[in-house]
């Protein structure tokens, strides 16, 4: 520190440094000082990968291809070169259906019956048909028929609305964990996803997935069991012609199943494509100004087309394949009956089978198109929910904060002294960029108000992620008051910091909804001040239900001076220990913006505060200002001692401040810090 209270930054020699065997450790916890956290619950298991899910297809391993924010990172035009997308294991893929598996047990049994009804018809055809012949009574045997056909189709009811509540269940189940995680997604994974695709996931693929855990399971088991039944009760009628009939169905077996894993790459390739096209009006529809002012609706229209144009083809291939399976399927009993008509024609013709066995024979074979076409149906659902099964698990491993949920946070002294915010040796590089921030220390002391500034891209707002671990530093410890904060679960961390970013969001709800968000305990009179320190009480009386107006995308729309005040009033009524401001007054009128930096000032008593300002005529009362140049500290300082001692400050001074005062007040007024905007 020289005398005029600035400090020339050197960066300290005993900050960690990054460990080059973790590769992503940017990204992950910090080993040992995070907080230990419990197992994942029962549907996390169900969504979290199989251990034969490939490594390339695990989240944790980084998949630079999708990057959003990009024109191409969702499209499938930019899939030429990216890995195909991930399909699920049968395996997994009951695993859904296991939580159930009383009642698709129960509807196995109802559809096994179902089919046992129309297994032993054929047997009572046989048995009138020969009384027929003797001239016996048939009465017995029409009315067994007709019980064992209403029977028939009362199960077949009653199974039909078992498995579709079973499948609505397994949905449910599968969303509910999905939206359970995805909320819970770490930044560093939301950076580099496309939202419209994770949302996909949540709403198309989980559709795709239900039929197949439960219907299409239930299907190709009862097929399997119920072609087990038949070829019995055939070979209780001629095993010659068993033989035949199996021998046809062999060679058609073998390429059905040579058809089923392409339904099941195709389908995964039409969901990778509804996703992209859910990536590309996500980030169009939430750009739409920008979109209109630009005139590129036909350029972004054209890429959503494309990728609908690409599910659309996958999706044809698929029904192709599935097309072409159900086709050989059904000429497969053709070709069987026509067979077995043949050979047991000669049988009968040479007296060693009877005409009632041949046709009790044939009727069997026609019956085989029930479990065939199960079994190609019940197949082709599971292929095609093992398309989707794939995108599910990898949505459901990717990484979250699981210490939000895991641990209770531990309660602040109302009244505690704010805390000072200690950096030291910080380091951070995003994945695959050069380092963002090349160890940063500086101190904050308790109660006070420190002002980060210096060029675009210098690191500011990469260090308020840092201080609220959205991310983790590479090497470097971050202390608030007493207490490294990567030693702190993340819910306690962010419990004690408020942020207002740079263009705050308005949440869902009214206006009061969104003033309380993370305080709802905030009394009548903290949440009058709060309106009235942050100038929204005008805004509050021009509205026609007042605090209980909607406001956000489906209510009123507030202005970016209006969203900023209400981001601070939210801050303020949190109480936080530290209050980081991201350019939070940047949109605001020269008025609010004054009213609004003395309430600051204010606040500093009772938090400490950073805040990161482009616009120094904001900070030049900051009890101390960090000078950030290509994420390091360049100084540290007051505005006076930073116009004497550092160029690049004194630059950003002159252009800033005393850009609109006469040029013979110039060089005096920046050296003693009065300007046009701030001087009394
Ligand atoms: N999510 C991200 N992924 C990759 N690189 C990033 C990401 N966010 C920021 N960067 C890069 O890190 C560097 C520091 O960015 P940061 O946003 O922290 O700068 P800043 O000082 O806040 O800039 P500004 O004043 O323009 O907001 C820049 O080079 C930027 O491109």
């Avoid at 001239?135 to 009315?143: D, E, H, K, L, N």
């Avoid at 390429?255 to 494509?273: D, E, H, M, W, Y």
């Avoid at 160029?647 to 401040?657: F, K, N, P, S």
């Amino acid at each position: 520190m020289n005398d005029n209270g600035t400090s020339k930054h050197r960066p300290p020699t005993d900050g960690r440094r990054p460990d080059p065997a973790q590769g992503t450790a940017h990204v992950q916890d910090r080993g040992p000082t995070a907080p230990k956290t419990p197992g994942p619950g029962p549907w996390e298991r169900h969504l979290a990968p199989s251990a034969d899910t490939p490594s390339a297809e695990r989240a944790d391993v980084p998949s630079p291809e999708r990057r959003p924010g990009t024109l191409t990172d969702a499209t499938p035009k930019s899939e030429g070169a990216a890995p195909p997308p991930p399909t699920g294991s049968l395996v997994a893929l009951v695993g859904y259906a296991r939580p159930h598996w009383r009642v698709l047990l129960l509807s196995l049994v109802l559809t096994l019956l179902a089919s046992v009804s129309g297994l032993v018809q054929p047997k009572f055809a046989q048995a009138i048909l020969d009384r027929l012949d003797d001239g016996g009574s048939v009465v017995t045997p029409v009315a067994l028929l007709a019980a064992f056909l209403v029977a028939g189709a009362l199960l077949t009811g009653l199974n039909a609305w078992l498995q579709q509540r079973t499948s609505e269940r397994v949905v449910r189940e599968v969303r509910r964990g999905l939206v359970h995680r995805l909320i819970r997604l770490r930044v560093a994974e939301l950076d580099r996803r496309a939202p419209g695709d994770l949302i996909a996931r949540v709403t198309s693929d989980s559709t795709l997935l239900k039929s197949a855990a439960t219907e299409g399971l239930i299907m190709t088991v009862n097929g399997v069991l119920t072609f087990a039944g038949a070829l019995f009760m055939m070979a209780t009628l001629d095993a010659r012609l068993l033989g035949v009939t199996l021998l046809v169905l062999t060679m058609v077996g073998v390429v059905i199943t040579v058809i089923l894993p392409r339904i099941k790459a195709a389908v995964a390739r039409s969901q990778a494509s509804v996703g992209a096209v859910g990536a590309v009006l996500d980030r169009t529809l939430g750009a739409a100004r920008t979109v209109k002012a630009n005139g590129a609706e036909g350029r972004e229209t054209r890429t959503a087309e494309d990728a609908v144009d690409e599910a659309y083809a996958a999706g044809l291939v698929g029904a192709r394949y599935s097309a072409l399976v159900t086709m050989v399927g059904g000429a497969a009993i053709q070709t069987a009956f026509l067979v077995v008509l043949g050979v047991g024609g000669t049988f009968v013709a040479h007296h060693s089978m009877s005409v009632s066995e041949l046709i009790a024979f044939l009727l069997y074979v026609f019956f085989l198109a029930s479990p065939v076409s199960q079994l190609v149906g019940g197949a082709a659902q599971l292929q095609q929910g093992l398309g989707a099964v794939g995108r599910i698990q990898e949505a459901g491993a990717l990484p979250v904060e699981d210490d939000i949920d895991a641990t209770e946070p531990a309660h602040t002294p109302a009244h505690a002294a704010p805390p000072a915010v200690e950096l030291t040796g910080v380091e951070f590089t995003y994945p695959g960029r050069a380092p963002a921030l090349r160890g940063v220390s500086f101190t904050v002391p308790g109660g006070t108000r420190t002002a980060l500034v210096g060029l675009s891209g210098a690191g500011k707002t990469t260090l308020f992620s840092l201080l609220q671990r959205f991310y983790e530093p590479t090497a470097g410890t971050i202390r608030i008051g007493d207490q490294d904060i990567a030693a702190l679960p993340r819910a306690e961390v962010r419990r004690r910091i408020a942020y207002v970013e740079q263009d705050s969001p308005v949440m869902a709800g009214t206006l009061r909804e969104n003033l309380l968000y993370a305080a709802p305990s905030a009394t009548r009179e903290q949440l009058a001040e709060a309106l009235a320190v942050t100038r929204l009480d005008g805004l509050l009386a021009r509205l026609p239900q007042g605090l209980d107006t909607p406001v956000g995308p489906r209510g009123v729309t507030l202005s970016g001076g209006e969203r900023q005040r209400l981001a601070i009033a939210r801050a303020l009524l949190r109480r936080p220990q530290v209050l980081l401001l991201d350019e939070a007054t940047a949109q605001l009128d020269a008025r609010n913006e004054q009213a609004l930096g003395e309430l600051v000032a204010r606040t500093a008593g009772r938090c400490t505060v950073l805040l990161i300002a482009h616009r120094l005529s904001t900070v030049t009362d900051a009890d101390q200002i960090v000078v950030l140049e290509h994420g390091d500290v360049r100084a540290v300082g007051t505005h006076h001692s930073l116009v004497d001692d550092d160029d690049l400050y004194r630059e950003l001074a002159a252009t800033q401040l005393l850009a609109a005062e006469p040029a013979e007040h110039r060089v005096s007024a920046a050296s003693t810090g009065t300007s046009a905007v701030n001087a009394p």
